[in-house]
């Protein structure tokens, strides 16, 4: 089935270092691919998302590339901030043909810890 | 205009009763989706509805049911409650069904079982 992985966590910074967090993806056709971030003590919120292959998603100072030799998506951030402390999390939603099975795939999430 | 907004923010059960959760979507939104975020687990999909109807269902048995009722808003039952179901519930709402959609989430029902 179905699977995403994100690098083991958690993730400490100093403010304006640089930053990626890896995910991996194993899918049967062409997914979509999607970071979300969960603030502490909110709910997730989409980051950025990227439909198909090359596509670059973007948001926040945030990239993420869609590569399909790769089977990677990667988050990357130039200059992080105290405020990106949270947790991350890669996924990808499935479909048959063009119909969607209304379900997103989930990495474990990767904690960010950013210190001033 | 509001979130998704979801009921109680949090449950306290014992073994062997059950749980009712609600969630409220985004107006105008049709599509319902409830997840279990587990410690240690990540995200798991449990289940999802649309126009009324159960469209796909997690891997998870029978006793995790749900409905969703004519104002879209929606119901997951958790029966015969077991210590492992302790975890955070997320409803999520989206506007459309399409792979691409994004979701909204809400922040949760914190499920403890002893």
């Known amino acids: 089935g179905n699977s995403v992985t994100q690098m083991e966590g958690p993730v400490t910074l100093s403010e304006e270092a640089f930053l990626t967090i890896n995910c991996t993806y194993t899918a049967t056709g062409y997914p979509s691919l999607f970071w979300y971030v969960q603030y502490p003590g909110e709910g997730l919120q989409l980051l950025l998302k990227a439909t198909k292959a090359d596509d670059k998603g973007s948001n926040k100072g945030f990239e993420a590339t869609y590569r399909k030799e790769t089977t990677s998506f990667h988050l990357e951030k130039g200059s992080v901030q105290v405020s990106d402390s949270a947790v991350y999390f890669c996924a990808l939603s499935e479909r048959a043909g063009g119909t969607s099975y209304g379900k997103l795939t989930f990495g474990q999430g990767t904690i960010l810890t950013v210190h001033p | 205009e509001a979130g998704v907004t979801q009921s109680p923010t949090h449950l306290i059960k014992t073994r062997g009763q059950q749980a009712t959760l609600r969630c409220s979507p985004i107006s105008g939104h049709t599509s319902v989706y409830w997840y279990q975020q587990a410690l240690g687990l990540g995200l798991q999909f449990l289940l999802w509805?649309?126009?009324?109807?159960?469209?796909n269902r997690g891997n998870f048995p029978p006793r995790f049911s749900g409905r969703q009722f004519p104002n879209y808003s929606s119901e997951l039952n958790v029966n015969a409650l077991e210590l492992e179901d302790s975890a955070l519930y997320l409803c999520?709402?989206?506007?459309?069904?399409?792979?691409?959609?994004?979701?909204?989430f809400g922040s949760g029902t914190q499920l403890s079982v002893l």
């Open positions: 509805y649309d126009e009324g109807e159960e469209r």
């Open positions: 999520a709402s989206s506007l459309g069904t399409a792979t691409n959609e994004k979701l909204f």
